[in-house]
C-alpha cells in the first residue's frame, strides 16, 4: 500500500504567487515524521521543512510552510511569493521506524514538478 | 548542503564491473542511509547503517549489492557485475541518533552502465 501520496505530477505557478503542493500519508505508528524536501535540476536533495505528529502547531521555515492536517493525514506545502529559483522538484516523505525499530527511514512520494512563471 | 560529502558525483561502469560509491556522513552523526532514485521516480530505501553494523537492509536486493560502514572511514555501497538496470542515482543521508532529526542528504552519485 503507497504510504505517501502526491497527487500532482505537475504544477505551473506565476512569480510572486502561492502554491500549495499536496501531500498525504496512511501510517499507524502515533510517533512520525513529514518532511519535504527540493531536487533542483542538478539533482541534489535540499532539505525543507519538518512536521512532526506530536507538533502543535505548523511548521514554518521562511517562505516555506506546511499546513498539518493530522485526522486528514495530509501535510501540504505551502510556497509564497514564488520565485523562479523555486522551480523543481519538491518530494513529501515520511519518516517510519526500521524493521528493527532501532532507526528511521523515510518513504518518498512520487514527486510534484513546480514550475514557475514569469 | 549539510555536509554530507560523497564520492563520486559521477561514475560510468561497463555491464559486468563493479561499482564503489561513498559516502562520508555529517560531522557528529552516526547512521547512515542508503537510497536509490530510478529516473523519473522517488527515492526508495536501500539500507540503514551504524558504524561497523548494518541495521536494516530491507531494501537493498539480494544479489550484487552490499553495504559497509566501518569504524574508521565512509561508508562504502559496493555494486558487483553491474548491470543497464542499475543507472540510477545513489544518494546517501545521515542522521544522529534523536529520531526527530531530519535526514541530511549528500548530492548524490550518478551510475551509468554502459
Known amino acids: 500500500a503507497q504510504k505517501i501520496t502526491q497527487t500532482q505530477p505537475g504544477m505551473f505557478v506565476q512569480e510572486k504567487e502561492a502554491v500549495t503542493l499536496d501531500c498525504t500519508y496512511d501510517?499507524?505508528?502515533?510517533?512520525?515524521?513529514l518532511f519535504w524536501y527540493k531536487q533542483p535540476s542538478s539533482g541534489e536533495m535540499i532539505f525543507l521543512i519538518y512536521q512532526g505528529s506530536y507538533d502543535q502547531q505548523n511548521a514554518t521555515e521562511g517562505r516555506y510552510s506546511l499546513n498539518f492536517q493530522k485526522a486528514r493525514k495530509s501535510a501540504n506545502l505551502v510556497i509564497s511569493a514564488s520565485q523562479l529559483g523555486d522551480s523543481a522538484m519538491y518530494f513529501c516523505a515520511m519518516r517510519e521506524r526500521t524493521v528493527t525499530g532501532g532507526g528511521n527511514k523515510l518513504t518518498f512520494g512520487t514527486g510534484t514538478q513546480l514550475k514557475v512563471e514569469l | 548542503n549539510a555536509g554530507v560529502m560523497q564520492n563520486p558525483r559521477h561514475l560510468v561502469r561497463r555491464r559486468g564491473q563493479e561499482a564503489r560509491l561513498r559516502c562520508s556522513p555529517m560531522k557528529g552523526h552516526s547512521h547512515v542511509y542508503w537510497y536509490r532514485q530510478l529516473p523519473e521516480e522517488g527515492l526508495k530505501f536501500m539500507v540503514y547503517l551504524q558504524k561497523e553494523n548494518i541495521i536494516d537492509e530491507s531494501g537493498m536486493p539480494k544479489e550484487r549489492f552490499s553495504a559497509e560502514f566501518p569504524k574508521e572511514g565512509p561508508s562504502i555501497l559496493r555494486i558487483q557485475q553491474v548491470v543497464r538496470g542499475d543507472s540510477a542515482a545513489y544518494f546517501c543521508a545521515s542522521s544522529n541518533d534523536i529520531s526527530n532529526q531530519p535526514q541530511h542528504f549528500g548530492d548524490g552519485t550518478r551510475l551509468s552502465i554502459l
Open positions: 501510517t499507524s505508528d502515533p510517533s512520525y515524521g
